[in-house]
């Protein structure tokens, strides 16, 4: 029975690969280098100009095959041929364009998450700041101002002088010019 198990195909368990040939990639071949091809294949494609040069190209076969003489009159009127030529630029434009897409997909995404990221910690340090602000305020509220502590000082010393302590003081706005003092 335990014999039997050995035998069977593990699911769960990786397969080895050494017995196995793997084709390998030529050495000299990039995915990033092939992204970048894609990209620029992409873009050059989606310009005027490359509308205008197949517009171009169209016209100069189709007057070629219809009014050129018999040796330019290669492919007749159905267009067969320039039908191949668009199908097989079609069928490797379409996969490169969608790689292209992928590719931005991709860059818009960490862009994303990096904005995301900065502004999660921009909320935080906000945050941070307005409790910083906030105890701050609550702080002062406890601290003695100028104006506050002139006050009480004044109130000392009018209750000083009333008790007979301090002279009286004289007052500024009834000075002599004599120098004496008012009795």
């Known amino acids: 029975m335990a014999d039997r198990r050995a035998r069977t195909v593990r699911v769960d368990q990786p397969v080895e690969t050494s017995r196995r040939t793997r084709i390998s990639r030529p050495a000299n071949f990039s995915e990033e280098g092939f992204g970048i091809l894609a990209e620029k294949f992409a873009r050059f494609m989606g310009t005027a100009k490359f509308l205008v040069y197949m517009t171009i190209f169209i016209i ?5 095959n219809v009014l050129g003489m018999k040796r330019f009159h290669w492919d007749p009127y159905p267009f067969i041929l320039l039908n191949l030529f668009f199908s097989t630029q079609a069928s490797y434009a379409a996969p490169l364009i969608l790689l292209a897409q992928n590719r931005q997909d991709d860059r818009d995404r960490v862009g994303l998450e990096q904005d995301r990221t900065r ?3 921009n909320l935080a340090d906000t945050e941070f700041l307005t409790r910083e602000v906030a105890a701050l305020r609550i702080a002062l509220r406890d601290t003695a101002t100028r104006d506050f502590i002139r006050g009480e000082l004044r109130e000392l010393l009018e209750e000083l002088e009333e008790r007979g302590v301090l002279a009286a003081r004289p007052d500024p706005d009834a000075g002599s010019e004599g120098g004496a003092a008012p009795t």
């Open 60 to 64: 100069v076969w189709v007057l070629l």
């Open 119 to 121: 502004d999660e910690r």
